[in-house]
């Protein structure tokens, strides 16, 4: 499914084809943590990171198989530290004000994985040098691909403006 979208816009399948670097996060679910991909095949380790479960398939990679990286690392910042001048976080991922009623199914499955992830996230949000995290965001579901134009507008009109406010500091 992803393969034909990476081939259009990738160079080749390999990290050594990238002019920039790049470090590519997944949760091994044998193991129980995070591995960082940067060298040989690209591909199988984009899918691997973007294995959201219960939604995309476990991945598999040098006989290993793994999931979203965010499972348990949602901002794997420490692979960066010491290799780029300025760290740069963003999370899109708010959670929701409580309600009284518990969700179910898909609400209750959203409500798990932003709580896992705010956790982790704002557990380390501290170390960046710019942190972006849009307001609002609940009012986009993880699952909505008809609202992508929506949130990437909301998201890049707020970053825009953090940057005009916070220029000379990160500079």
Do not use: W
Not at 78 to 98: F, T
């Amino acid at each position: 499914m992803f393969y034909p979208l990476f081939k259009t816009f990738l160079p080749e399948d390999n990290f050594s084809a990238l002019k920039i670097p790049l470090y590519v996060t997944a949760t091994n679910i044998v193991t129980g943590k995070t591995q960082f991909f940067s060298e040989g095949p690209l591909f199988e380790p984009l899918i691997a990171s973007a294995s959201i479960p219960f939604i995309f398939p476990v991945a598999t990679v040098k006989e290993e198989h793994f999931l979203d990286g965010g499972i348990i690392n949602n901002l794997p910042l420490e692979i960066l530290q010491g290799r780029c001048d300025k760290l740069i976080g963003v999370h899109v991922n708010a959670i929701a004000p409580g309600k009284q009623l518990v969700p179910a199914g898909r609400q209750l499955f959203d409500r798990i994985v932003h709580l896992s992830i705010n956790n982790n996230v704002y557990n380390k949000a501290h170390l960046c040098d710019l942190f972006i995290d849009p307001p609002e965001m609940t009012r986009f579901s993880m699952f909505d691909k008809k609202q992508g134009k929506a949130i990437f507008d909301h998201c890049y009109t707020y970053t825009k403006e953090l940057l005009q406010s916070k220029a000379r500091s990160i500079i």
